[in-house]
Structure formats: structure tokens, C-alpha cells
């Protein structure tokens, strides 16, 4: 069960940085405008949304004795580990225009999303092939999320570590360079690269060891199709009293998938949309110091973990559906308490950031567990359901963050 979840983390330190830093960034430091900024992360998203069912789908074809599964993952992570530090290169000149840096962001964004969608469905395909009761898919999904946020404190505590080295109070391109990577080119001043001192490096590096561990000590149960040639017969014999899984078809006529699909899309958005626009809401509405962007997240991501601890005692007693509606108010709570807070009393954050930490934790948890109870023992088909699932998730995400930066007023230096 721990060598399967640490399989994710890759993707758990790159999102937690993409979600939370890549705005900040690409209006900060690349200097683009919000419309194009929104361009960027809303057409990233898109791809990512039409990659994803597209590798469920080959996910559920593939025939290989390594495991279907597993070389879709290995795949998923050699594309992450290539294209994720690109994204905070500056390869690009200064007098680069927007056009140039969108183009390039963009596609940089898809092999990025392409990769991060092949460890995701692969990794969440595995979850009802290695366990065989509801139980166990609750409580992998519970060490899969913990870890999640586990990864967020890693990312939010070495963020931390590095802008404090910067001696300004505000966030400028001169303290970005503190932990992003910077390309050291002739048409820029010379920086010492340092290795240890720059993050997207450091977000590779670490989720590469576990993705070691995962490779190595979790094992798949083979396929069907893998053994067709010596189970030809017995399954001809076992045709007639076995109970076929659903066409995809069938699963796209299934309202239930309908159902789950909009409670997972629901929770991404609160997620997601959380966390990209706290450390702007940080620095631009409460006003606080740039360490704000790092401490804060942190004391999300831990109230986050202590609550995903909870859910399978309160799946026991509520339901799982219950248990969602719970994580749906505290979200909502924490929400409306965001949107009145005085910058007087701005140190309440705290709590509102602790209640919207175990709000979001308990969704995911539900919300993933609800996925793999859809799911079932029905394995041939579970990469489409993910896959169709987060083909909701990608793109409501991304068109929500699209819209907010339409609308969000260019800033005015300083």
C-alpha cells in the first residue's frame, strides 16, 4: 500500500508548485499580461483534459508483461521530469513579445499535462486492481491523499527556506531566482547557478526517488489480456457464468458516472482555484510579507493531512456521501470567511486556512473513494472512467482560472 502511494508524488510536488506559483510567476517574473496568463494555464488544461481520456483509453488496451499500468507510468514520468523545469526556464529573451512566451508556455504546458496525465490515470487505474474490497480502495485513496498534502508541505516548507535567503520584503523577479531555475544565457546577467537552490529541480529529483520505490516494490496483477493465449479456453468455459464488465457505451448511458464526475469537478475547483490565487491573495489583498505564500499553504496542507486521517472513521458513520456534504460546507465556510475578512484582522486567516485545509482534504478523499466504489471490480474499463472523470476536473479548472484573469485588473508595479 505505501509503495503504491508514493507513486504519485512526482505529480503532487509538480501540481503543488503549477498551482500555486505558476500565475505568480508568469505575471511576476515572464512578465505576461492576466489575459494571456489565463490563456496560458486555460489551454494547458484543456490539453491535459483531451489527453486524459485518450490515455485511459490506451491505458485499458495495453498489453505489456511489465504491466499495462506501470509503462504507462514510467512514460508519464520520464515526459514530467523533461518538461516540468522548462516551464521555469527563462529561455526566452526579455524583449521576447507575448505571442512568443504564450506559444512557448503553452507548449511546454501540453507535454507537461501529457505526462502528468499518464502517472495520474495509471496510478488511480491500480487502486481497484490491487485491492479487492471498498475498504481497502478508501483507505489507499486516504494514504494517496495524505500523501498529497504531505507533498505540499514539502513543496510549501522548501519554498519557505529559499525566499528567506531573499532580503526583500516584496516578490520581484531578484527573489524568484532564489528558487527557479534561470538559464544562463548570454542576453542575461550572470547568475551562479546553484543546484541545490533552485526548486523545480528539486521537485524532480525528489519525486524521481520515490517513483524508484514505486516501480520496484509495487507489483501489478496481470492483465487478462496479457495470459489470453493460456486462458482461451477456461474463460470460454467461465463465459457463460460470469458477469461481463460494462461497454463504454454503457458507462457513458450510466448517470452515476455523471453524478460522480460533477462531485470530483466540484472538488478539484475548490482545490485547485484555492490554492492557485492564496498566495495573490496573500500578498495583494492582506498584504502580507513574501514568506505569507509559503507559511500559509503550509497551514493548509497540515490541517489537510490530520483530516484526511479522519475520513475513513467518518465513512463508517456517515457515508461516503454524507462525509462529502460535511467537506463541502467547511469549504464554503472558509470561502465566505475569505471574502469579508478585514486586512485589520487579518491573522484570523489562520483558522479560516486551517477550516478550508480539512474542508478540502475531506472532498478529495470522498470524492476519490466514490470514483473507485463507481469503478469497482470492473478493470477493464477503469483508465476510461478516470479518464472521463478528469476530463471534467482539467477543463472546469482551467476555464474558471481563464475567466478570473479576464476579469482581474492589470497590477500596477511595485
Known amino acids: 500500500k505505501a509503495s503504491h502511494g508514493v507513486g504519485h508524488i512526482l505529480n503532487d510536488l509538480a501540481a503543488s508548485v503549477w498551482f500555486s506559483y505558476l500565475i505568480i510567476y508568469l505575471t511576476k517574473v515572464a512578465g505576461l499580461p492576466n489575459r494571456h496568463t489565463g490563456l496560458v494555464l486555460f489551454l494547458g488544461q484543456i490539453a491535459d483534459a483531451l489527453f486524459t481520456p485518450f490515455v485511459g483509453i490506451l491505458c485499458d488496451r495495453t498489453v505489456c508483461r511489465y504491466g499495462r499500468r506501470k509503462i504507462w507510468h514510467l512514460l508519464g514520468c520520464i515526459l514530467t521530469s523533461l518538461s516540468f523545469p522548462l516551464i ?48 481497502e480502495r ?22 519557505w527556506i529559499l525566499l528567506g535567503e531573499s532580503s526583500e520584503e516584496t516578490l520581484t523577479p531578484n527573489v524568484w531566482k532564489q528558487f527557479m531555475v534561470r538559464c544562463i544565457l548570454d542576453h542575461y546577467p550572470t547568475y551562479p547557478f546553484s543546484f541545490e537552490n533552485y526548486l523545480s529541480f528539486i521537485i524532480v529529483g525528489s519525486g524521481n526517488v520515490f517513483n524508484v520505490i514505486f516501480h520496484v516494490f509495487t507489483k501489478e496483477p496481470p492483465s487478462k489480456a496479457l495470459n489470453l493465449e493460456l486462458e482461451i479456453i477456461d474463460r470460454t468455459e467461465d463465459s457463460l457464468h460470469a458477469r461481463p464488465g460494462m461497454t463504454k457505451l454503457q458507462w457513458l448511458k450510466n448517470p452515476n458516472l455523471y453524478i460522480v464526475a460533477m462531485m470530483y469537478m466540484s472538488t478539484r475547483i475548490v482545490v485547485n482555484i484555492s490554492q492557485s490565487y492564496l498566495p495573490l491573495y496573500l500578498t495583494d489583498t492582506m498584504k502580507f510579507n513574501k514568506e505569507a505564500i509559503a507559511y500559509f499553504p503550509l497551514v493548509v496542507l497540515t490541517s489537510g493531512v490530520v483530516a484526511s486521517l479522519g475520513v475513513k472513521p467518518l465513512n463508517k458513520k456517515l457515508g461516503n456521501k454524507m462525509t462529502f ?90
Not at 112 to 133: A, M, N, R
Not at 138 to 159: D, K, P
Not at 335 to 353: D, E, L, M, S
Not at 357 to 370: I, K, R, W
Open 88 to 135: 521555469f526556464i527563462r529561455i526566452l529573451p526579455n524583449d521576447a513579445t507575448d505571442t512568443l512566451k504564450v506559444c512557448y508556455y503553452v507548449g511546454i504546458a501540453a507535454v507537461f499535462q501529457f505526462g502528468w496525465g499518464c502517472v495520474q490515470i495509471s496510478h488511480l487505474t491500480l487502486i481497484p486492481e490491487i485491492s479487492k474490497k471498498s475498504s
Open 138 to 159: 478508501v483507505e489507499l485513496n486516504a494514504i494517496r491523499s495524505a500523501l498529497t498534502f504531505i507533498c505540499g508541505i514539502y513543496v510549501y516548507g522548501v519554498t
Open 325 to 414: 456534504v460535511l467537506g463541502s460546507l467547511m469549504a464554503l465556510c472558509a470561502c465566505f470567511w475569505f471574502h469579508v475578512q478585514p486586512v485589520a484582522h487579518r491573522n484570523a486567516i489562520y483558522a479560516t486556512t486551517v477550516i478550508m485545509g480539512c474542508g478540502g482534504s475531506v472532498m478529495l478523499v470522498s470524492a476519490l473513494s466514490l470514483i473507485a466504489h463507481l469503478v469497482g471490480n470492473d478493470n477493464q474499463s477503469g483508465a476510461f472512467i478516470y479518464g472521463a472523470i478528469s476530463f471534467t476536473d482539467k477543463l472546469s479548472s482551467g476555464a474558471v482560472i481563464a475567466i478570473i484573469q479576464e476579469f482581474t485588473p492589470p497590477r500596477t508595479p511595485g
